[in-house]
Structures are given as structure tokens and as C-alpha cells.
């Protein structure tokens, strides 16, 4: 299995930019297809972002495509989450999880999942 550690939210102003880490341990990072969720009070978690175990395939959820970028760095077992453009409504815990196989995309109750990082967005 792996063990998922994230990093890097924070308090942002609106229209500003976060970068949230992933660290991986345990079993090779690269054997997994990662992906962020968010989950804001009072509402289900939802998907963000994904990305095959090679980075060549990426997927947005369309309220954060051409402001957010998923990428993976897999000699440094971290994955990562450039946030720009940030709105209030991006206000949640950030989650990275780590999916079935290289090519298949975690779900929510499935898969291995780190603890979270709060964003934070100012209006």
C-alpha cells in the first residue's frame, strides 16, 4: 500500500495562486494513478484533478479547467496541484488518493487517501 502526505494549503486572496503537495511513501508511487479531491463544509467531497501514472493523461473537473494543473514528479514520489486564479468558492480540504492501477483513477471510498490540507480563499 501507499501512505499519502499533503501539503501546502493555506489562506489565499482571490485571483491569487497555491501550489498543494502530495508525498508518497510505501509502495512505487509510480504504480498508481493519482488524483485531488476537495470537500467543502456541508458538502460532498468531489472531484478536482487526475493523472495517469506516466502524467500522460490529465483530467479537470470543469470548475477548475485552465485555472488548475495536476502534475507528478515520480523520482520525487510527490504529486502536485497548481492552483491559480483562485476563487472563494475553491475554499475546502484538499485531498491527494492514489487509484487502483497506473491507469485508473481513485473514488471516493476507494483507493488510498492522505489526510488533507486546508485552502483557504479571501474574498
Known amino acids: 500500500q501507499v501512505q499519502l502526505v499533503e501539503s501546502g494549503g493555506g489562506l489565499v486572496q482571490a485571483g491569487g495562486s497555491l501550489r498543494v503537495s502530495c508525498a508518497a511513501s510505501?509502495?512505487?508511487?509510480?504504480?498508481?494513478?493519482m488524483a485531488w479531491f476537495r470537500q467543502a463544509p456541508g458538502k460532498e467531497r468531489e472531484f478536482v484533478a487526475g493523472i495517469t501514472w506516466s502524467g500522460g493523461r490529465t483530467d479537470y473537473a470543469n470548475f477548475v479547467k485552465g485555472r488548475f494543473t495536476v502534475s507528478r514528479d515520480n523520482a520525487k514520489n510527490t504529486l502536485y496541484l497548481q492552483m491559480n486564479n483562485v476563487k472563494p468558492e475553491d475554499t475546502a480540504v484538499y485531498y491527494c488518493?492514489?487509484?487502483?492501477?497506473?491507469?485508473?483513477?481513485?473514488?471516493?471510498?476507494?483507493?488510498?487517501w492522505g489526510q488533507g490540507t486546508q485552502v483557504t480563499v479571501s474574498s
Open positions: 510505501g509502495r512505487t508511487f509510480s504504480s498508481y494513478a
Open positions: 488518493a492514489a487509484g487502483a492501477s497506473r491507469w485508473e483513477y481513485p473514488k471516493v471510498g476507494s483507493g488510498y
